[in-house]
């Protein structure tokens, strides 16, 4: 809402501040035995500007149904014209929340605010609302992030959602294209947390032609089929996942540059942290040259050369060096290869790659894995596309308070149609490859550095790997600002047959030539 605060962009007071979030009318001049308005809304999210206002207005039989309705900011939740009939005959809210002190004046408005779960704060990240400053999402620790009404068991119309109100916990599907946040009303983590662009650099999540937020699913989807520009500085700050049937070019020459943003907390499920998901079904055409490869790396290689501050955290650069770990994610590939995991006395046959898809993802299969970054499949020769120059660095994010954290390059399910060519893993904090399962062929490989093992092979994988190196990481090593790394490198590699299994169940069986370690 606006405020009474505001002035036009001629320095004039605006004559007033907003009046109700909603006004809802069963009809006009009728009864309450007359048809009324009686529309199902979900999803909503109401911010006042905390001076007076009621949220809602109830007038002339309303029958409406409200479902997953967050409302704060305001001094009164409802007003009731028609005390007697307001609520024509079935008028609800169901799964909504609010923080506003006061029912409003009347015994019906009593019995609305009821229906409400009443906490002392929704915790959505509020700024400055006097300033015309806004985060609209709940933060993930909020009551309102989880255990919303199922929209689509009701009317198969909506999606479903494990959050109430309009937005989900992470990314914000109003960015980019709307006026409000054109101009500058959006803030906090909501919004970019790049600065200092030049025209060559491409902030992926906030061009809409390029990516867009899918509310449901929680995750940055491309905009369908690309090919990017060598030319250009592609720039994550989230995971970026390609879905079925699009594919990705990437020619030889490009730079991908990643940021990583812990919000300022402690806490790990809000991180954000670039990254790029090829899902199943879906491809990437990555071929670089030896000349010209493609490279994902931090950010602050970007900063490091041009001395300046881009992302907003720890300053200018430095550019990075061997010891420079766990600045962005990584890549993963998700095919439809077979993968080999036991469990309740069978073969599941799929999995998922842990940290990139939020907890309220769809699991449309009811599986417990949600669909969007599973993996496996029947289909052996299946393929992801290709991988060739292609150099992945200091990646391996941290995220989750146990200290999981992202591979260099991770393949669940990749089929032998995949081509996996002269693949550098440089600088990672987890494993530099590691492969679930799947058929794919890996030649030319180096692992440089990195914290956990060099190549981890497990879930019954059968490819073929020549050609690969390992080059371990000592402890006397510093980041490049001086701190001493924690640890030294793991295994070079780890080789496991399969998961939950028995000697009896398939094993990972993979030939491996011409490797030094």
């Known amino acids: 809402q606006m405020p009474s605060s ?7 007071p605006i004559d007033q501040d907003s009046d109700h979030g909603g006004e809802w009318d069963g009809n006009i001049g009728g009864t309450a035995g007359d ?3 009686a529309p199902t809304i979900a999803n909503l999210t109401m911010i006042g500007d905390n001076e007076g206002d009621h949220a809602i207005k109830f007038d002339d039989f309303f029958a409406g149904n409200v479902y997953n309705a967050v409302i704060t900011e305001f001094a009164d939740l409802l007003t009731v014209t028609d005390a007697d009939n307001a609520l024509g005959d079935s008028g609800s809210f169901t799964t909504s ?3 506003v002190p006061n029912a409003g004046t009347g015994t019906l408005e009593g019995l609305l605010f009821g229906q409400f779960t009443s906490v002392s704060d929704v915790e959505l990240n509020l700024v400055d609302v ?12 909020s009551p309102v992030a989880t255990g919303a009404t199922d929209m689509n068991a009701i009317d198969a119309w909506f999606d479903t959602t494990s959050y109430q109100g309009a937005f989900a916990p992470t990314g914000n599907w109003a960015l980019g294209w709307t006026g409000t946040a054109q101009l500058g009303h959006f803030t906090n983590a909501s919004d970019s947390i790049l600065s200092n662009l030049t025209g060559d ?9 390029i990516a867009t937020f899918n509310a449901t699913l929680g995750v940055y989807e491309l905009n369908g089929s690309q090919t990017w520009d060598a030319g250009k500085n592609y720039i994550l700050t989230h995971p970026l996942f390609v879905q079925s049937p699009d594919v990705l070019t990437i020619p030889a020459g490009t730079t991908i540059y990643n940021t990583f943003n812990d919000q300022g907390t402690a806490s790990k499920p809000d991180d954000e942290y670039g990254s790029l998901v090829i899902t199943r079904g879906a491809q990437i055409d990555a071929q670089g040259t030896a000349s010209e490869p493609i490279v994902l790396t931090t950010i602050r290689a970007l900063e490091a050369a041009r001395g300046t501050d881009m992302d907003g955290f720890d300053g200018i650069g430095p550019a990075p060096t061997r010891g420079d770990q766990g600045l962005w994610g990584g890549v993963v590939l998700c095919g439809n290869a077979k993968v080999y995991n036991y469990g309740g006395g069978g073969l599941i046959g799929e999995n998922a790659i842990e940290g990139f898809a939020p907890g309220f993802s769809p699991d449309g299969d009811s599986d417990g894995l949600p669909d969007v970054i599973e993996y496996g499949g029947t289909n052996d020769a299946d393929s992801s596309g290709t991988l060739r120059y292609v150099s992945i ?3 391996g994010y941290e995220f989750n308070a146990s200290g999981d954290e992202v591979n260099g390059l991770t393949c669940g399910g990749v089929g032998s149609g995949t081509t996996l060519e002269y693949i550098e893993v440089l600088s990672n904090s987890d494993d530099g490859i590691e492969m679930f399962g799947g058929t794919a062929d890996i030649r030319y490989a180096l692992v440089s550095f990195v914290k956990d093992d060099g190549f981890d092979l497990d879930e019954g994988y059968t490819g073929r790997i020549q050609y690969a190196c390992v080059l371990q990481m000592p402890s006397s ?39 030094t370690m």
């Open 97 to 99: 929340t609010t923080d």
């Open 35 to 37: 048809f009324q308005s």
């Open 393 to 395: 660095r200091h990646g």
């Open 6 to 12: 505001v002035n036009d962009s001629q320095g004039n």
């Open 201 to 209: 650099d491409i902030d992926v999540m906030q061009t809409p032609s």
């Open 130 to 141: 006097a300033n015309g400053l806004y985060d609209p999402r709940p933060d993930p620790a």
């Open 477 to 515: 090593v510093n980041d490049s600002q001086g701190n001493p790394i924690d640890q030294d490198s793991d295994h070079g590699g780890e080789w496991d047959g399969n998961i939950g299994g028995t000697a009896g169940d398939f094993q990972s069986a993979p030939t491996i030539a011409n490797l």
